[in-house]
Nanobody, 125 residues
Framework: VQLQACGGGLVQAGGSLRLSCAASGRTFSINTMGWFRQAPGKEREFVAAISWSGGSTMYADSVKGRFTISRDNAKNTDRLQMNSLKPEDTAVYYC???????????????????WGQGTLVTVSS
């Protein structure tokens, strides 16, 4: 499975960005797609996840109400719409794919089997 993320950039606080992650290869093995982020000097943290069918979503408390994860099944792509961005959202964002059937795994970075390259999101104050 290969994951290709894009959509990062520089935005002012209060603005919006949309990240996309395209999956290719043996995608039949994937159960859930997720997004994580890592700020300088901090650990990688969970942001959001969506089931492969798109029917179930999960969010970190820090982004609930501001970020929305969605899927385009026809394009094997998931998107992370980020609104009301804050400076503390600044980080490298990574998309990931999990083969696990356990929802507990979706909150942990080691619950994911495949990772895309990071895309930098910078929110200026």
């Amino acid at each position: 499975v290969q994951l290709q993320a894009c959509g990062g950039g520089l935005v002012q606080a209060g603005g919006s960005l949309r990240l996309s992650c395209a999956a290719s290869g043996r995608t039949f093995s994937i159960n859930t797609m997720g997004w994580f982020r890592q700020a300088p000097g901090k650990e990688r943290e969970f942001v959001a996840a969506i089931s492969w069918s798109g029917g179930s979503t999960m969010y970190a408390d820090s982004v609930k109400g501001r970020f929305t994860i969605s899927r385009d099944n026809a394009k094997n792509t998931d998107r992370l719409q980020m609104n009301s961005l804050k400076p503390e959202d600044t980080a490298v964002y990574y998309c990931a794919a999990s083969r696990s059937y356990s929802s507990r795994d979706y909150l942990r970075f080691n619950g994911y089997d495949y990772w895309g390259q990071g895309t930098l999101v910078t929110v200026s104050s």
